[in-house]
């Protein structure tokens, strides 16, 4: 495996002096990031659009969200908005290489990211409850788009949520973070009814386990600041959007 | 972390697996990628060649398809499009082209995320199975074209094919996609930050702009696309209705309401007019360079070359609305769009206008990839001067859906696109395979091609003009089209022709691979890095050095230099520069 072991970065050919000077000064990875999300917010923006597109072409478009459901995603925007602040406190204990506090900052990180992926499921659940699905509602049977849009836009966040857990998770705690994972795994799936979507969408986990399993084997490093921060990036993305999608879907489908 | 800070870090791989099959090394990459567009553009061809064969012997019993019933007739046109567009014209010449002489041509020792780079071939090439698994399911491929306009794309009962061939066609183009920005974003981090000392963004070759420009392009739009597709896939399989309206199929009231056509064709031209130049700016690259490099002359206009290519990618996202005048946009939209697109008219022509300074008083060397890139000149400008025409939103109601838009996308982006690939492939087979191509075959090739070329593509221009609709397998039962019909005979003439003379093509190409006389570091006089090291290059591109840059990219003819070239790693004019 060697090979892929060894990297390419700007960083250790730039420390040479042989290369032009690269754009973020240090290493490619960064630029990688930022490059991945300007066409991810392209990618999410495309929901955005067909989420207004839809809302505007559909004068009945319903707004069934009482007080409960803000409340709720109130809280969830809370849970990502203090993970963003985690996670800053995050990159700057690993920028003093203070190892302990960059893990349990991003530990907290993922506690209130998957606090955000638990509410969401729940109220997901409580709405396919009341009748909601991805081609109907009950409040608006003309306007099927109203379930349709909702499910993608917040289904393609949370699985972005998901994802940045996962990543946290490799970088904070490496190959012990493999069992932990696949433990959340099993437990979800056999405690989730059946009849349940999660007890199906918990398997994304399982996907997340593989692909980090041969990450963590294929190249195993000790993650540094440079890692941590790039991580950072991506989760700041993530909560970004939902700023987005949380005023468009929720504040302004508020039953009144 | 930093393993190694002089030498190119990973060894040179052992073992057949490692070495040709998931090659970490661009150059074995991009030789992949170029094999398999070649693949893909035999395919392609062959849908083609029966299309025209049904066009004028609607009748005929056809090899391998039997009688061509009018929806084998648009599952061939659908698989046709989208195999040449996205398996062929972005395939080889970013993937394939790009991948072998990015690094290269700004002295790197690879791409920067040289696994990312395995994968998205990988990738590829398993959206390129999907896409050809289409044609084997029950009711065959799908039929709603290369734009996948909805209804018909998003309903399974809407015909024969749009059941699971369909669901793979868009599942195909999904996994494409996210090969593409892979990909994107691999040369993006390349071009930013592993240019050798004295490689400035404004000494790169205009061959690395093309390349970085359309992965610019390709980042932006592959994402929407994919969303795009997600969106269809849930139409078709989850009910949803974001692109179908209340449809009524046979008789019967499809489940779906409320949905607009409309957005799918936002969203996908806000990606597909985008995709045209990922075809063609790559063309562009290669025959800028190859247009200075055989006229022995520096290109004409360097800075504004680069600033004409970066004008269009970012005009490029703002006229998607021309493929949709016909939909019923307000006027007001209709005009904005229609401005727009004139206005690419204008680094288009400063793009042209400077390729022909290139070549005014240059001392010319008629070789076969020079022929070429005169050949794509040629084909742009035809192609290109139908283009303010269908930008008119008064004109374009008649000419839309006729032969005038095929005629033009295909001299333009089709063939056009192709010439830029021949170009490249005569250019620089002998760096790659280590072989020259024969001149002789080349030529011949060439002059086959350009004329058969424009045989077949220009009569589709008074075609369209006189009313012939596009997209229809049979044209004999309309009175007034049946008039057409000698073009249509003179067309699918040519294209037996024209397609007879690849042959010509792929055995000189594979003849020369093996057999040819062999290329020496340096055989046009080029300037460039790819030229400065050894045929074919050594694993790490340059022998454990890093190339120090001194000059531009096209110092041809300098006054007071010893040869009529200077490469750009000569000293020797970096001071009076
Ligand atoms: C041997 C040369 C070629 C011939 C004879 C040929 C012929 C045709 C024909 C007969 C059609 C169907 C027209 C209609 O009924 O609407 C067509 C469509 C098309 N061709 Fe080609 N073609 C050739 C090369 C190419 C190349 C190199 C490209 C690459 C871009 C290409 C891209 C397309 C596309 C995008 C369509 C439209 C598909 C659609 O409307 O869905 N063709 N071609
Ligand atoms: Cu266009």
Redesign the interface.
């Given at each position: 495996m060697?090979?892929?072991?060894?990297?390419?970065?700007?960083?250790?050919?730039?420390?040479?002096?042989?290369?032009?000077a690269?754009?973020f000064g240090a290493y490619?990875k960064k630029?990688?990031m930022w490059?991945?999300l300007?066409?991810?917010?392209?990618?999410?923006?495309?929901?955005l659009?067909?989420f207004s597109?839809?809302r505007l072409?559909?004068p009945a478009w319903p707004t069934p969200f009482r007080v409960e459901s803000i409340t709720n995603a109130s809280i969830m925007t809370a849970c990502l908005l203090s993970s963003s602040l985690t996670m800053v406190l995050a990159v700057f204990a690993a920028q003093r290489h203070d190892r302990a506090w960059t893990r349990n900052w991003l530990l907290a990180t993922m506690v209130f990211g998957t606090a955000f992926i638990v509410l969401h499921g729940m109220e997901w659940s409580h709405l396919i409850h009341e009748g909601m699905t991805?081609?109907g509602n009950p409040w608006a049977p003309?306007?099927?788009?109203f379930?349709?849009?909702f499910f993608?836009l917040t289904g393609m966040h949370m699985l972005h949520v998901t994802i940045g857990v996962i990543y946290l998770g490799v970088i904070a705690l490496r190959k012990w973070f493999l069992p932990i994972l696949g433990a959340i795994w099993l437990v979800g799936f056999f405690v989730i009814p059946s009849d349940n979507v999660f007890h199906y969408g918990i398997h994304v986990l399982l996907v997340g386990l593989i692909v980090a399993t041969v990450i963590l084997f294929l190249k195993p490093?000790d993650y540094?600041a440079h890692d941590v921060e790039v991580s950072g990036l991506y989760w700041h993305f993530v909560d970004l959007v939902w700023m987005f999608i949380f005023p468009l879907v929720y504040l302004m489908s508020t039953k009144i | 972390m930093a393993t190694s800070a002089t030498t190119h870090a990973h060894a040179a791989p052992q073992g057949f697996i490692r070495k040709y099959i998931f090659s970490l090394d661009h150059k074995v990459i991009g030789i992949q990628y170029f094999f398999l567009a070649l693949t893909a553009v035999w395919v392609g061809m062959f849908l083609s060649l029966l299309m025209r064969l049904h066009l004028y012997w609607p009748n005929a019993v056809l090899p391998l398809v039997g009688e061509i019933k009018p929806e084998t007739y648009l599952s061939l046109l659908t698989m046709h499009g989208t195999i040449m567009i996205f398996f062929v014209l972005t395939t080889a010449p970013q993937g394939g082209f790009g991948n072998y002489f990015l690094p290269i041509q700004i002295g790197a020792p690879d791409m920067a995320f040289p696994v990312l780079n395995m994968l998205s071939f990988w990738t590829t090439f398993v959206a390129f199975v999907v896409m050809l698994s289409a044609f084997f399911v029950t009711g065959g491929a799908p039929l709603h074209g290369w734009t996948g306009y909805p209804p018909l794309s998003a309903v399974q009962q809407a015909g024969p094919g749009e059941g699971l061939g369909a669901d793979l066609w868009i599942g195909s183009i999904a996994i494409f996609c996210i090969a593409s920005l892979m990909g994107a974003l691999n040369f993006l981090t390349t071009t930013l930050d592993m240019r050798a000392k004295g490689m400035t963004l404004m000494r790169m070759p205009l061959t690395c702009w093309s390349w970085f420009i359309t992965a610019i392009l390709g980042l932006l739009a592959f994402g929407v696309l994919l969303s795009a597709g997600i969106l269809l896939l849930m139409d078709r399989n989850l009910g949803t209705s974001f692109y179908v309206p209340l449809v009524v199929v046979n008789g019967q009231i499809m489940g779906h309401k409320g949905g607009s056509p409309l957005l799918w064709q936002h969203l996908f031209w806000f990606f597909g007019h985008p995709e045209v130049y990922i075809a063609i700016l790559p063309g562009m690259g290669v025959t800028s360079q190859i247009l200075s490099t055989f006229s022995r002359k520096p290109i004409f206009g360097y800075k504004a070359m680069v600033y004409a290519m970066l004008a269009i990618g970012f005009l490029g996202f703002m006229v998607w609305g021309h493929h949709m005048f016909m939909s019923g946009m307000s006027p007001y939209s209709a005009f904005a769009f229609s401005i727009l697109t004139m206005c690419i008219g204008v680094p288009s022509a400063i793009k042209t206008f400077n390729w022909l300074g290139t070549m005014l008083h240059g001392r010319i060397r008629f070789k076969t990839p020079m022929l070429y890139a005169i050949g794509f000149v040629s084909l742009f400008v035809s192609g290109g001067l139908s283009g303010p025409f269908l930008a008119q939103p008064v004109l374009d109601i008649q000419l839309h859906d006729t032969y005038f838009v095929v005629g033009h996308f295909h001299l333009i982006m089709g063939v056009a696109a192709i010439f830029g690939m021949f170009a490249a492939t005569y250019y620089w087979v002998p760096k790659m395979f280590g072989r020259m191509m024969n001149e002789f075959w080349g030529r011949v090739h060439f002059f086959i091609t350009l004329i058969g070329t424009y045989a077949i593509f220009m009569p589709m221009h008074y075609l369209g003009i006189a009313g012939g609709t596009r997209r229809y397998s049979q044209y004999t039962e309309v009175a007034y089209m049946q008039k057409l019909m000698p073009i249509h005979g003179f067309m699918t003439y040519a294209a037996i022709i024209t397609i007879a003379a690849q042959f010509i093509f792929v055995i000189n190409l594979f003849w020369s691979i093996f057999k040819g006389p062999k290329a020496s570091d340096n055989p046009w006089e080029a300037t460039t890095l790819e030229w400065t090291t050894a045929t074919p290059p050594p694993h790490d591109n340059f022998g454990g050095v890093t190339p120090v840059v001194h000059n531009g990219p096209y110092e041809y003819g300098v006054p007071g230099a010893a040869r009529d070239y200077v490469m750009q790693t000569d000293p020797a004019i970096g001071a009076a520069h």
């Open positions: 060697a090979d892929v072991v060894l990297d390419h970065t700007a960083a250790s050919h730039g420390a040479a002096g042989q290369y032009e690269p754009l490619s630029v990688g490059l991945f300007a066409s991810d917010s392209l990618t999410f923006g495309a929901l659009v067909a597109y839809n072409s559909n991805p081609f003309t306007v099927p788009q379930g349709g849009t993608t490093k540094d | -």
